[in-house]
C-alpha cells in the first residue's frame, strides 16, 4: 500500500513541476513531499477504500494524495518563520531553510491548488461525486473548521481547546477516512468517528512525543508545546495518564469501524497503523 | 452586475467565516476580500457568461468568486515581507499590516481552498463541469504556468518574460474568461485568447501606472518595479511605446472574442472595461 501512495504521490509531483515550471518551484514541491513521514493519512484513505471494496482505485488514490499533499502544504507553512519558526523536519532542513521563505510560500499554495486538480482529474468519469469529495477534503483544510482554522486558533488570546485539536490536527483525519469511504462509493457519513478517533489518538501521541522523545527520533525539535505555551495532553494528563488515553483512542477508533466488507481486516490494520506513531518506548508496552 | 460580484462574495466568506470560525481568521478573510479593487476578472467571468447567454447563473457566479478569491489570495501572499513586503494595498494597511503574518499566510491558504469548495457547492447539478472547471481555475493559480509560478519565477536569477507576465498576470484573465463560457455550457478552448490579450493588456497598464501613477491614486506604492528590478513595459518600450502597446491589445481583444450570442455586447464591455484599469491620464486619450 505504501508504494501505491509512493506512486501516486510521484504522478501528481511530476505534473506540478512539469514543462514551463520555474526549476526551484519544481525543486520545491518535490523536496516538500518526497521523502515523507509515516503517510498515515493517505494510508488511512487507501485502507478505508479497500475496505470498502476499491471500486474505483483511481479515485481512491486520488484521494489519498489530495489529503497527503493538503498535509505537506500545512507542514511547509506552519514550520514558517512566522509560525513555529522550525529549521527541520523529517529530519533535514524544514522547507524555508532549504529554499526561502518566498518558495515556501508558494510551494504551499501549489499543493492546495494541486489538491484539487488531481481530484478533478481522476473523478471525470464519476463526477457526481466530485463535489462531494471536495466538500470532505475543503472541510478538512479550510475555514471554518480545517487545518487552516486549527493554525488560526494558535493567533487567537485563547482557543477552545477540543476545537482547536479538532481542527489541526482531527480534521485531516476525519477528511482521509471519508474520502475513502466516498472514493470506494459508500456513503462517507459513518466514517467521520473514526477519523475522529484517530486524530485524537495521534495529537496525544505528538504531544507525548513532544514530551518524550529526542530530536534525533522525531526529526523536529523537541519540547515546543511548553516553548510556545500550547496545550500538551502529556502535561495535562501526565504521561501514564496521557499514554492510558492514547490505549483508550485506539480502542475506540477500532470500534467505531462502520460496516463494510473489508472490516475485519481494517480492525487489524487500524491497530497496527495507529501503534506505527506511538512513541518508540510505549509503543512495546501497548502493542 | 457589480452587485452580483459583491453578493456572490459575501456568500462565500459569510460561509468561510460561520459558526466555528476563530475570530481573527474570520475578520481576515472579510479584510482581504472587501472592499475590493475593480473586480476586473470576476467581471470577465460575468461578462462572458452573460455573452454565452448565461444558462446557469450560480454557476457563473461561483466562477466569478472562486477568480476573485484567488486573485484575492495571491494579493496577501504577495504582500508579505518575504515577497513585496507592501504596507498598502487599495488604500489600506496591507492584510499582514492589519492582522500579522500568521493570519495573512492562513487566510491566503483559507481562500485557496474556499475558491475550489465554491465551484464544487455551486455546481453539483451539473457535476460533468466541474472537472474542467477544476482544471481551468486550477491551471490558473498552481504550478506549472499559473500565478503561483508566476510568483516563483522571481526566484529565479532569470526567467523567461512572457512566461513570467503570462503565469503571474495572464493565466488567471484567461481562466476568468474560460471560466465564465463553461459556466454556461460553451466549450472554453476558443475564450483562451480574449483572456490573454486582456491579461497582456491589463499588464502594460499596471506597469504604466507603476511608473506614473502617484501612491494614492494607486493605493499602493509606485516605483516598485524600478526598485526590484523588474521587467516593465513603460520602462522597455517608453511611456509612449507602452500606451501604444497597450491600445493595440485592447484592439487584439475586442478582435479576440468567439461567435456567441452576445459578441456585440460584450465587444462593448470589454472595450468599456479595460479602460477602466488605464491610468487616469491615458484613459481619456483611449477613450
Redesign the interface.
Known amino acids: 500500500m505504501s508504494e501505491r501512495v509512493e506512486a501516486a504521490l510521484e504522478g501528481a509531483i511530476s505534473q ?11 525543486a520545491a ?1 518535490r523536496y516538500a513531499v518526497f521523502p515523507g513521514g509515516h503517510r498515515i493519512r493517505p494510508s488511512l484513505t487507501l485502507a478505508v477504500a479497500r475496505a470498502c471494496g476499491d471500486r474505483d482505485p483511481a479515485a481512491a488514490d486520488a484521494a489519498a494524495v489530495a489529503v497527503e499533499l493538503l498535509h505537506c ?1 500545512s507542514l511547509a ?1 506552519d514550520d ?1 518563520p ?2 513555529d519558526d522550525a529549521d527541520l523536519r523529517r529530519g533535514k532542513p524544514s522547507l524555508h531553510k532549504e ?5 515556501a ?2 510551494a ?3 499543493l ?3 489538491a ?2 488531481t ?3 481522476a ?2 468519469r464519476r ?2 461525486r ?3 469529495m ?2 470532505i477534503v ?2 478538512a ?6 487545518i ?2 486549527g ?6 488570546p485563547s ?1 477552545p481547546l477540543s ?1 482547536y485539536q479538532r481542527a489541526k490536527t482531527g480534521a485531516l483525519f476525519v477528511g482521509a477516512a471519508q474520502a475513502g469511504a466516498l472514493a470506494a462509493g459508500m456513503d462517507p457519513t459513518p466514517w467521520r468517528a473514526l477519523g475522529d478517533k484517530i486524530g485524537e489518538a495521534y495529537q496525544v501521541a505528538d504531544d507525548l512525543r513532544d514530551v518524550l522523545c529526542d530530536a534525533e527520533e522525531l526529526g523536529k525539535p523537541v519540547g515546543q508545546d511548553a516553548a510556545r505555551l500550547r496545550p500538551n495532553a502529556a502535561a495535562q494528563l501526565g504521561v501514564g495518564g496521557a499514554k492510558a488515553r492514547l490505549v483508550e483512542l485506539v480502542e475506540g477508533a477500532v470500534s467505531a469501524i462502520p460496516a463494510c466488507p473489508g472490516e475485519t481486516e481494517l480492525r487489524k490494520l487500524i491497530k497496527m497503523q495507529t501503534l506505527a506513531f506511538f512513541p518508540k518506548q510505549l509503543a512495546a508496552a501497548a502493542a
Open positions: 506540478a513541476g512539469g514543462w514551463g515550471s520555474p526549476p526551484k518551484l519544481a514541491l502544504a507553512h514558517l512566522c509560525f529554499f526561502g521563505e518566498p518558495l510560500v508558494l504551499g499554495d501549489a492546495i491548488v494541486l484539487f486538480e481530484l478533478a482529474r473523478m471525470t463526477p457526481s466530485l463535489a462531494t471536495i466538500g475543503g472541510a483544510v479550510g475555514a471554518p473548521r480545517g487552516v482554522a493554525q488560526a486558533w494558535e493567533c487567537e482557543a476545537e
